[in-house]
């Protein structure tokens, strides 16, 4: 089981950025891809970017060309970047790993003030 554990949420102003990272433990962490969900409050959790083994990547339309997703394997670690924040990008965000039957962090609260 892939223990995983997100950092970098916070409090910012609409139009500041913020960097989520998300360490996971075990060494198989480069074989498997790695996403971030959000969810706001009475919403469903949503997918806003993956990315695979090989680097490729999906970003949810709603926040293409603002929010960037990375990872960095010999760190067991992946990364989101966000840009141009916007009030309706607060919410809770969840790292995910698909190892086996996929393991889901905690989550860290971003808020984004207008």
């Known amino acids: 089981q892939v223990q995983l554990v997100e950092s970098g949420g916070g409090l910012v102003e609409a139009g500041g950025s913020l960097r989520l990272s998300c360490a996971a433990s075990g060494s198989s962490f480069g074989i498997y891809t790695m996403a971030w969900y959000r969810q706001a409050p009475g919403k469903q959790r949503d997918l806003v970017a993956r990315?695979?083994?090989?680097?490729?990547?999906n970003i949810a339309d709603s926040v293409k060309g603002r929010f960037t997703i990375s990872r960095d394997n010999a760190k067991n670690t992946v990364y989101l970047q966000m840009n141009s924040l916007k009030p309706e990008d607060t919410a809770v965000y969840y790292c995910?790993?698909?190892?086996?039957?996929?393991?889901w962090g905690r989550g860290t609260q971003v808020t984004v003030s207008s």
């Open positions: 995910y790993s698909g190892a086996g039957l996929g393991s």
């Open positions: 990315i695979t083994v090989r680097g490729s990547t």
